[in-house]
């Protein structure tokens, strides 16, 4: 989509300008901010021309950056995120930060202080989340892509949920500086986009070694774009037997439904020339995803936002000492939320808990991750649904289920790369597959999913056709 | 036999965090915990997890350069530091006094 806008560039800020008033009429709640005087700086560059929007966790110097929490309502960076310095220099242009689930922590998109985020294909329905804004406006064809970031699926799934692509590369190929630190080893940058190619056209722009980002690393003989080739055919691929099989106590009609899409969908994989095998991993292992990602995450976080006091940035609380005045910015900054999960974060780094709780986790993480890259000494790549079944209605009582659909995780604990691309359609509402493989073989998990994406016809998706 | 976890506990840990929670929010935590907790039971029951190294980042392929040590940075202006601040005074944000 981005070769195709480019070609239709006149005077330069047309898309920027047209992104704008898209923006400002749309009735998603996607945005905390719309940048109106968001313009082109320079012409000639890779970018130039073409708008996009950045997840509100990104450091934007001199524009509010929320994170989607009243404890940052008013906070305005001083400096860029290395992401958007890089997508500056390349002349892409930001016109505006999205909403998100407050400080990264949720799955739906309804928890950021401006409220929830519609879903583009049925306002009913949630997006999703963390990166909700960002998928929903691409989904609708505001902007042709997005920055998002990917803890535990915050990218993934949302692309799921909205019917888009949605991309986080190996950990570290994108530099987090500037990103703010949610759970930091889980932590990735990525990206929302209608399409494979346009996946791999932005992160080639923002990818590479960053000074201020340990770790990131030199990914410059990696070029994804040039990699992407028609007609591969001798590709591997596994999926897990106990995620795939439909019986979950408690199962959705729909989550039949999006089970059913998913084995059509490996069958036109197959005949792309793919081998794909089913592989059986212990029902036990799998079960402890959910809270090993949930305590790891909720440790992590609770430390990395210990600095949300309120003195130097942020809302000043209200007292007459520092603690008071920190207390009071902490009880009414964070949703009650976040304030259980930092409860739990807290409860697990204690001396007497950690054994049990944080390091039995990560434990857990190192059992799973040795029996992926295990299997990807065997396999390309590993193909899954992207979620268990579309976007719930925002009223719905969620299935048991959901609690443990937390199997995107396993690209965070491993740092593999992970892309949703979207296969189909249940009850109106698009689902997607997720392909995870190997770290630091990016290029061949994105050649495998163009491919995927070539048969299965749903590139350049948005909510107003462009199909 | 002592209950793990109790209002009590919740409540010294919202202190310790910095912020108050209601007694609704307690009693959800507590279901949360005790269901973590069920979790955590079946973890400690795979096999041999307890020879199992901890893994705290994605990987072990970091690639560390040495820096020269005449590279320095240019520093923040103060000005851009305390712009998100609400009580400064001069180069200082003002805070009431902790020290006695």
């Known amino acids: 989509m981005i070769d195709t806008l480019k070609t239709k560039l006149k005077t330069g800020d047309e898309l920027i ?48 950056s929320t994170a989607s929490s009243n404890s940052l309502k008013d906070y305005i960076p001083f400096f860029d995120a290395t992401a958007i310095k890089k997508l500056k220099e390349t002349g892409a242009v930001n016109i505006g930060k999205t909403v998100m689930d407050e400080l990264g922590m949720g799955e739906t998109g309804t928890t950021g202080h401006t409220g929830a985020v519609k879903n583009p294909w049925d306002n009913e329905r949630i997006t999703g989340g963390s990166s ?16 998002g970031s990917d803890t535990g699926g915050s990218i993934r799934k949302p692309s799921s949920y909205c019917g888009v692509v949605g991309y986080k590369p190996t950990y570290g190929m994108i530099s987090r500086y500037g990103l703010f630190a949610l759970a930091s080893s889980f932590d990735h940058v990525g990206v929302i986009t209608t399409s494979v190619k346009d996946a791999a056209l932005v992160v080639d722009t923002i990818k590479g070694i960053d000074e201020n980002d340990m770790t990131s690393w030199d990914s410059s ?26 019986n979950y106590s408690d199962t959705l009609d729909e989550t039949t439904k999006t089970l059913e899409l998913f084995n059509e969908t490996l069958n036109k994989v197959r005949t792309l020339g793919f081998t794909v095998d089913e592989i059986s991993i212990d029902k036990t292992l799998l079960n402890a995803i959910y ?3 949930f305590t790891i995450a909720s440790a992590e976080a609770t430390s990395n936002m210990a600095n949300l006091t309120g003195m130097i940035f942020g809302p000043r609380g209200k007292g007459k000492t520092a603690e008071e005045m920190m207390f009071d910015h902490r009880t009414n900054g964070f949703s009650p939320l976040i ?8 409860y697990v780094l204690r001396a007497e808990n950690i054994d049990r709780y944080l390091f039995n986790s990560a434990k857990v993480r190192k059992i799973i991750t040795d029996k992926i890259s295990d299997l990807f000494k065997t396999y390309d790549g590993m193909i899954l ?45 698009p689902v997607g597959i997720n392909i995870t493989g190997n770290i630091k073989d990016d290029e061949n998990l994105l050649n495998i999913a163009y491919n995927i994406e070539n048969i299965l016809g749903y590139k350049n998706q948005t909510t107003k056709g462009g199909k | ?95 009431p006094k902790v020290v006695g």
Do not use: W
């Not at chain 1, 909700?132 to 920055?147: D, E, H, K």
């Not at chain 1, 304030?339 to 807290?346: A, M, V």
């Not at chain 2, 990987?59 to 712009?83: C, H, K, M, P, Q």
């Open chain 1, 385 to 429: 649904p992207a979620s268990l079944s579309p976007a719930p209605k925002a009223d719905d009582k969620l299935p048991v289920y959901l609690k443990t659909e937390q199997y995107l995780a396993i690209a965070n604990f491993g740092g593999f790369p992970s892309i949703t691309i979207p296969s189909g359609f249940v009850n109106n509402m």
């Open chain 1, 339 to 346: 304030k259980r999960k930092f409860i739990i974060g807290s």
């Open chain 1, 221 to 246: 003989n990696i070029n994804l774009t040039s990699s992407l080739t028609a007609n591969i055919k001798t590709k591997k691929l596994f999926y897990i037997k106990e995620i795939c099989e439909n």
């Open chain 1, 291 to 293: 809270p090993a990602y």
């Open chain 1, 132 to 147: 909700a804004g960002s998928c929903a406006a691409v989904a609708a064809g505001i902007v042709p892509f997005a920055l």
């Open chain 2, 1 to 95: 036999m002592t209950k793990e976890f109790t209002k009590e506990t919740i409540n010294e840990l919202a202190s310790t965090l910095l912020f108050a929670i209601n007694d609704d929010e307690v009693d959800f935590l507590l279901e949360e915990l005790e269901f973590l907790k069920s979790k955590m039971d079946a973890i400690s029951n795979i096999e041999n997890i307890q020879s199992v190294e901890v893994q705290t980042h994605p990987f072990d392929l970091y690639e560390t350069a040495l820096r020269e040590d005449d590279n320095s940075e240019e520093g923040t202006a103060i000005d851009l530091l305390l712009a998100n601040a609400k009580n400064i005074q001069n180069r200082e944000i003002e805070v």
């Open chain 1, 17 to 64: 300008n047209e992104s704008i008033i898209k923006a400002k009429n749309s009735n998603l709640n996607a945005f905390v901010t719309i940048i109106n005087d968001a313009k082109v700086e320079d012409k000639d560059l890779v970018l130039s021309g073409i708008p996009y929007v950045a997840k509100d966790n990104f450091s934007t110097k001199g524009i509010l």
